[in-house]
């Protein structure tokens, strides 16, 4: 992604230069007879844990004092605390030269990611010395969706939706957007065909005997009239009352023809039979390609994995146009869409969703 892993030009050079402590802290020597202390500038904004409106955001700190003569700042943002990682550090930009008044400021030269927590920090450079590294500060970036060539990505989070909305849907804040019945559901028009790829999206709202014989969760398919008659098929599903057997989790997948059509047979769904929690985020993600997998994490990303199921699924999966659901549009041929059922932060893409994509809804 063009918003993420960006480092200036001089960085390594910079890195380079000092070296480090186990803390990350730099060691590197004073000037001689070491009289002087360069103290690590403040950050001043944004902190606080602060929700901002924008993907470039300027960060400001108090200058560093001590010692003579001029000097530059380095800025660090990552998606991490720790800032461990060297992965994790998604803008990393040195000699930035001081401000003229009481503070520095430095605005990243491309976009953060959308609805992510970030935490920067600081340091200053004056000649062969170089200060501790400022307190971490956070933010969270502005919360946005996207839909370009390979990834998609809409947070229901903010009363919008890139997808179009049918029937009755309604907006529930933070915690996403609720299908209110199974005649209702949430269209979204990919920008290219993903022959492979995953979807994934955090759900609440479901529960034992809810929702149609074979409530869809999330679904896909090409430009038939309705998800019934595509021979691109693809959904999955927490079936209700008579969904042989009830409650269990299942999936139907076509590569083009019924010849090459792939769902789980009735005993691998009666081991796939849940008790979902209405009160639980549950994070549903099927990926699709030369196998299909469908896994569910109870609380959310980092939750625990509490269905796990994968099968070769040979044949090309080549929807055109590819369109995605929240839900299905076929209530009227099966059952439709899981009424009731609330989401946020879905991800279709040629690959796997960003881990940190979404976390500015973590408390």
């Not at 010395?129 to 990505?153: C, D, H, K, Y």
Request: aromatic share 8%.
């Amino acid at each position: 992604m063009h918003i993420r892993r960006l480092a200036a030009v001089g960085l390594l050079a910079l890195v380079t230069a000092c070296s480090s402590s186990s803390d990350g802290n730099p060691a590197g020597p004073n000037p001689p007879g070491g009289s002087t202390t360069l103290t690590a500038p403040a950050p001043q904004s944004p902190v606080n844990d602060a929700q901002l409106d924008t993907l470039r955001p300027a960060l400001v700190v108090s200058n560093a004092s001590g010692g003579t003569g001029a000097r530059t700042y380095e800025f660090q943002i990552s998606d991490r605390s720790d800032f461990a990682a060297l992965t994790s550090v998604v803008i990393s930009q040195g000699g930035v030269a001081e401000g003229s008044g009481t503070t520095t400021s430095f605005t990243p030269p491309s976009d953060l990611q959308p609805a992510t927590r970030m935490y920067w920090r600081a340091r200053a450079t004056q000649g062969s010395t170089v200060s501790a590294w400022s307190s971490t500060a956070q933010f969270r970036t502005r919360i946005m969706g996207f839909n370009r060539p390979g990834e998609l990505f809409d947070p229901l989070t903010n009363g919008e939706t890139l997808g179009s909305r049918s029937g009755s849907t309604t907006f529930l804040g933070t915690r996403g957007l609720r299908v209110d019945n199974p005649n209702s559901w949430v269209r979204y028009q990919l920008a290219t065909t993903l022959t492979s790829g995953e979807i994934s999206v955090e759900v609440e709202g479901l529960q034992p005997n809810g929702g149609g014989e074979k409530a869809r969760i999330v679904s896909m398919m090409d430009n038939a009239a309705n998800l019934f008659r595509s021979k691109f098929l693809f959904n999955v599903q927490y079936r209700g009352i008579n969904g042989n057997p009830d409650n269990a989790v299942s999936y139907k997948v076509l590569m083009g023809d019924e010849s090459l059509k792939y769902e789980p047979d009735f005993a691998q769904r009666s081991a796939g039979v849940r008790t979902f929690s209405p009160n639980t985020t549950y994070l549903w993600t099927a990926t699709w390609g030369s196998t299909f997998r469908l896994t569910i994490r109870e609380g959310g990303v980092n939750g625990p994995i509490i269905y796990d199921r994968s099968q070769s699924t040979p044949g090309t999966y080549n929807p055109t146009p590819h369109t995605a659901f929240l839900g299905a549009n076929d209530a009227a041929d099966e059952s439709g869409s899981y009424a009731g059922a609330i989401y946020r932060n879905l991800w279709v893409g040629s690959g796997p969703r960003p881990a940190t994509l979404g976390t500015a809804f973590v408390q």
